[in-house]
């Protein structure tokens, strides 16, 4: 069990000062806060696991960014749970794989803290822990996260990705534990941090990787999940919505750099590696959007340039992108052949473009993609040479395929939460009749029997509404008090999170966010991850045809 999730027993004893890493670095950035001056809180992430470091002096400075200090002297420290922070008023942390160490302080004058910063107390065989942590602003470095969880799964005997994390990571941990981390990957029991990557290992390559891929645009991970699927790697994963970044965060145990269109985020991109993956927002061309296009407000509809760019310095073999259909038919197929263009003109060809219905691949929802596959000039050279052609269609993962919306559902009683409240489906049932006859019913409520596909995922109400199953395993008809006139007397409910999940080629034991608007939301934005894999499949048997030598 998670220390984050329990309450510290009363019997505990006080913690001594040990010299493990905190997840984030140097003097003056953790996430803190003082409690009525005697409490102060440090937060770990599971991944940098043991013991934070618990310092015995502590100088505090205002969250004004003013030059007021305060200084403590550590009286005793131990862990704590979730309760107790609520209990003293602070902000819970949305990871719940955050664990908390509570530290008693003293408040001490100028003169004695000059004196015990000199002198130090005394701990087992005459050592000394440093004597002291400066907190100023009490602010957090997003990305010392990301460099040493990208480092621990990239070491040096696994991959030369290692080489931008690595000079960062040995200012942030003490230099054994740096050189203990070096010599094992994150999946080999040796490694200091192995048993924190528990829940991840199931979605790590154990092996030596078959190849390296990078992660762009990363959602909450379904190209990485379906490349890992073939053999590969992850060196390198960028995605800037915050609630996204948790859920790739808590399945994959790292956390991904933020913005890419920043020279600093890429320039933690490794020099070399295979295949360059990136689903680019989509909603500046589709169908269900205003369809912006590159004048898209947000200037989402221009990210590809990121992939370009990167492609351009990186070169590696492939390209491979994700996108909404309406991207054929933006500017009357001329964005598209801008975008196929860029890519060409910094040294690949185009060997595929083409809309692929997830049906097809192994779920049971009818969700059509652009996919785009890019090879480098050099191995399209080789292909044309030995007459290779890349699939047409390429052929979906063998294994078990649900055939229908029933053999995705959940088992047993769902919550409450999921069924339709009855004022909110008479206003559904008006708004179907408005719009009787308009082209797709004016995007009005669909219920799907169990034997059907489900329509195509998508954020907003409409990718659940046009998704609506009959369940009358719900025992408890008493209305949640959201239920506007209570709850529908039909039975009519949503799919939940779970089953948008398997929907989307997702295995039951990849984490769901909590929230289920934000579960809604990360998986309606997500690839489906079997038709990616099959796609991958493809590219890596291509890659590896052009690279083979032919005998004389």
Same mark, same amino acid.
Request: proline share 6%; charged share 25%.
């Given at each position: ?25 140097? $003097? ?8 009525k ?26 969250? /004004?960014?003013?030059?007021? +200090? ?8 131990? &862990?704590?749970?979730?309760? &107790? ?7 819970? /942390? ?12 003293v408040?001490?004058?100028?003169? $004695? ?9 005394v ?13 100023? @602003? ?20 696994v ?23 070096s ?14 990557f ?12 078959a ?8 959602g ?10 073939? =053999?590969?790697? #992850?060196?390198?994963a960028?995605?800037? *919505? !915050?609630?996204?970044?948790?859920t790739?965060?808590n399945?994959?145990g ?8 920043? /020279? ?18 989509? !909603?500046?061309?589709s ?13 989402r509809g221009?990210? &590809?340039?990121?992939?370009?760019e ?22 009357e ?6 975008i196929?263009?860029?890519? *060409?003109?910094?040294?690949y060809?185009i060997?595929? /473009? ?13 969700? *059509?993609r ?6 480098r ?13 890349f ?9 078990q ?5 029933? *053999?995705?559902? $959940? ?9 339709? =409240? ?17 082209k @797709?019913?004016?995007f009005g409520?669909i219920? %799907? @029997? ?31 008090p959201r239920?506007? =006139? ?7 409910r949503?799919?939940?999170?779970? $089953? ?25 934005? #997500? ?5 990616? %894999? +099959?796609?991958?499949? +493809?590219i ?13």
């Open positions: 069990m998670s220390l984050a999730n329990i309450e510290c027993p009363k019997d505990w004893p006080a913690l001594p000062g040990r010299n493990v890493p905190f997840e984030w670095s140097g $003097e003056s950035k953790f996430v803190s806060w003082v409690v001056s005697k409490v102060f809180l440090f937060k770990t992430l599971s991944c940098l696991g043991g013991m934070p470091v618990v310092p015995h002096l502590l100088l505090c400075r205002s969250s /004004d960014g003013g030059r007021r +200090a305060e200084r403590f002297r550590v009286t005793a420290s131990r &862990y704590v749970g979730r309760n &107790y922070i609520k209990k003293h008023g602070g902000v819970i /942390d949305s990871d719940p794989n955050a664990v908390f160490v509570a530290v008693d302080l408040r001490v004058e100028k003169a $004695e803290y000059n004196l015990l910063k000199e002198e130090g107390p701990v087992a065989r005459g050592r000394r822990p440093d004597p002291i942590l400066k907190i100023e @602003n009490f602010a957090v470095d997003a990305s010392d996260s990301a460099v040493l969880t990208h480092w621990l799964q990239n070491p040096p005997c991959s030369t990705a290692s080489v931008p994390y690595a000079a960062r990571a040995k200012e942030l941990l003490p230099k054994d534990l740096f050189n203990l981390c010599q094992f990957a994150v999946t080999n029991e040796a490694h200091p941090f192995a048993s924190d528990q829940m991840s290992q199931r979605l790590l390559p154990r092996e030596r990787p190849f390296t891929f990078i992660d762009l645009f990363a909450i991970g379904g190209f990485r999940l379906a490349m890992q699927q073939e =053999g590969g790697i #992850c060196t390198f960028s995605e800037i *919505e !915050q609630g996204a970044r948790e790739y965060k399945n994959f790292v956390v991904p750099f933020g913005d890419i269109t920043t /020279d600093s985020t890429k320039a933690m991109i490794p020099e070399s590696f295979d295949i360059l993956c990136g689903g680019f927002p989509c !909603q500046a061309f169908m269900a959007g205003l369809r912006d296009g590159f004048e898209d407000k947000l200037q221009t990210l &590809y340039k990121q992939i370009v990167i492609a351009r310095k990186h070169q590696p073999k492939a390209i491979f992108c994700e996108n909404v259909k309406g991207l054929l038919s933006s500017a197929g001329k964005a598209l052949q801008t196929t263009d860029e890519i *060409e003109n910094v040294g060809h060997v595929f /473009d083409t809309i692929l219905d997830s049906m097809k691949y192994g779920v049971p929802q009818h969700r *059509e652009l996919y785009i596959v890019a090879i000039n050099d191995l399209y050279d080789l292909a044309r040479a030995r007459r290779l052609e699939p047409a269609r390429p052929e979906p993962i063998p294994g395929h649900p055939r229908n919306i029933g *053999e995705i559902l $959940e088992d047993g009683p769902v919550s409450k939460s999921y069924y339709l =409240g009855q004022q909110y489906l008479d206003t559904l049932i008006r708004h179907r009749a408005r719009h009787a006859g308009a @797709n019913g004016g409520y219920v %799907r @029997n169990r034997d059907d596909r489900a329509g195509t995922l998508m954020c907003g109400g409409m990718g659940r509404e046009r998704n609506i199953i009959l369940d009358e395993n719900q025992p408890d008809w008493e209305p949640t239920m506007l =006139g209570g709850m529908n007397q039909q039975h009519l949503f799919l939940t999170v779970r $089953e948008w999940a398997r929907l989307q080629g997702f295995p039951d034991y990849f984490g769901i966010p909590e929230s289920i608007q934000a579960g809604y939301k990360q998986f309606g934005n #997500c690839v489906t991850v079997k038709t990616v %894999r +099959a796609v991958g499949r +493809a890596l048997n291509y890659i590896r045809q052009c690279e083979a030598e032919v005998e004389p």
